[in-house]
């Protein structure tokens, strides 16, 4: 019994040990540069990963190299490529994005700033607007009640219908009466006689 808790607290205790690790290959690059060809000497300066040289000379699996501050020296040459790697491309591209963001952001702040300006004029010139034909309407529905008030004490007078019915009946009286005084006239010139 002693014999099967031993074991089963070694395997806990092991246990952990044994699960599977994930791990990644760095991308991270230190490559020594050397002054002489045999890269035996200390190296003098560390290359890293995007790091630009400009080839001197190949000499096999070795490459005489100028850095950037003007120093040369010796690397391994199966360490250099011609295509810039793909970290440095990313920082490239992420500072771009970047960049870009920043832009994309302003010109909304900057668009944002011009529309709300715009709406904000036409929201006073609309206010403009409403407030003269508020006027309007007020100026006009004081100008109906005047002639309202007018129309009222008008009607209290003679109806329409009659006035116009009398109008008629004037105007036919009165042509009636001046074809009767041109008759009596006619007739008393001429003898009695009607003459035309």
Known sequence: ???????????????PGLAAETLYVTDK??????LTRDTSGKAFALLKSGDRVEVLERDGSLTLV???????????GSFLQPEEPA????????AE???????LEALRSKDGAKERARLQAAAREA????????AEVARLQAENSSLQGKLDSLSD???????????????VLG?????????????????GFRVY
Request: hydrophobic share 45%; glycine share 10%.
């Open 1 to 15: 019994m002693n014999l099967s808790r031993v074991v089963f607290f070694s395997m806990l205790l092991v246990g």
């Open 97 to 103: 994005r970047d960049r870009l963001a920043a832009e």
């Open 87 to 94: 970290l440095r491309r990313i920082q490239g591209v992420e």
């Open 175 to 191: 042509f009636m009466g001046a074809w009767r005084w041109f008759d009596y006239r006619s007739r008393k010139r001429h003898g």
């Open 29 to 34: 690059l230190r490559l020594g540069v050397h």
């Open 66 to 76: 100028k850095m950037e501050d003007e120093r040369s020296g010796w690397v391994r």
């Open 127 to 134: 206010a403009k607007k409403a407030e003269a034909a508020d």
């Open 157 to 171: 007078g003679v109806p329409r219908s009659w006035l116009l019915v009398g109008i008629a009946a004037s105007l």
